[in-house]
């Protein structure tokens, strides 16, 4: 079963548009940790955020922002006046339980495609 | 902080060859440390984990005898990819986990390409 969803494939905007990325996770521990990840073209993965599942708070750096909902298990990231340099695949993941080494369960990832 | 360095970046290599991969944390120490592959345009999936001084844990599907791990220290893990084919081009990408943390930290990939 998929662990994370990422339902929008591709979204392409022009710049200084918002754009939201929706990211859907499923589980049933407790104690969980919620990461976005950004891939841009030359293949890194960067890391953006961590959420562990006891903090509900909303967080903002820079133009990004992530809501996290345990009510509707999301964790929702939201660039405000993108830019071309936001084009990139994102990730959504997810890390279940201490005892599983903290392995990742990657969404199938968002193309962002910002244009000029 | 928290960087991880992937050697090599590209790798051509003839059918039947093997391939090392080079996954090293600069500034922190590793105690676990994953190997991912990713084909075009899709997820990252997990081939194994690997733990400084045992053996690594294989994913349902990778063949262990395929992909040889070697976890030797805390900063320093190998992927070898033996006899490679065609079918093994992709992407493949190491993660590093700091000790008692729960963030992986990814190097920059390999693309192999086996002619």
């Known amino acids: 079963a998929q662990k994370v969803t990422q339902a929008q494939t591709e979204i392409s905007v022009v710049e200084k548009e918002d754009v939201t990325l929706d990211c859907v996770y499923e589980?049933?521990?407790?104690?969980?940790?919620l990461f976005w990840y950004k891939q841009p073209p030359s293949g890194e993965l960067v890391f953006l955020i961590r959420?562990?599942?006891?903090?509900?708070q909303n967080e903002i750096s820079g133009r990004y922002s992530w809501n996290f909902q345990k009510s509707t298990s999301s964790f929702n990231f939201t660039i405000t006046a993108s830019q071309v340099v936001d084009s990139a695949v994102y990730f959504c993941?997810?890390?279940?339980?201490?005892?599983?080494?903290?392995?990742?369960?990657f969404g199938a990832g968002t193309t962002v495609t910002v244009r000029a | 902080g928290a960087v991880v360095s992937q050697h090599p970046s590209r790798v051509i290599c003839k059918s039947g060859t093997s391939v090392k991969i080079e996954c090293r944390s600069l500034?922190?120490?590793?105690?676990?440390m994953f190997w991912y592959r990713q084909f075009p345009k899709q997820s990252l999936m997990l081939m194994a984990t690997?733990?400084?001084?045992?053996?690594?844990?294989?994913e349902q599907g990778v063949e262990k005898d395929k992909f040889l791990i070697n976890h030797a220290s805390l900063t320093l893990s190998t992927l070898t990819v033996t006899s490679a084919h065609p079918e093994d081009s992709s992407f493949y990408i190491c993660?590093?986990?700091?000790?008692?943390?729960?963030?992986?930290?990814f190097g920059a990939g390999t693309r192999l390409s086996v002619l």
């Open positions: 993660s590093a986990r700091l000790a008692g943390g729960d963030i992986q930290y």
């Open positions: 589980t049933r521990d407790t104690t969980y940790y």
């Open positions: 959420r562990n599942s006891f903090d509900e």
């Open positions: 993941a997810l890390s279940e339980a201490q005892g599983n080494d903290y392995k990742l369960s």
């Open positions: 500034d922190f120490q590793a105690t676990t």
């Open positions: 690997s733990n400084e001084g045992s053996k690594a844990t294989y």
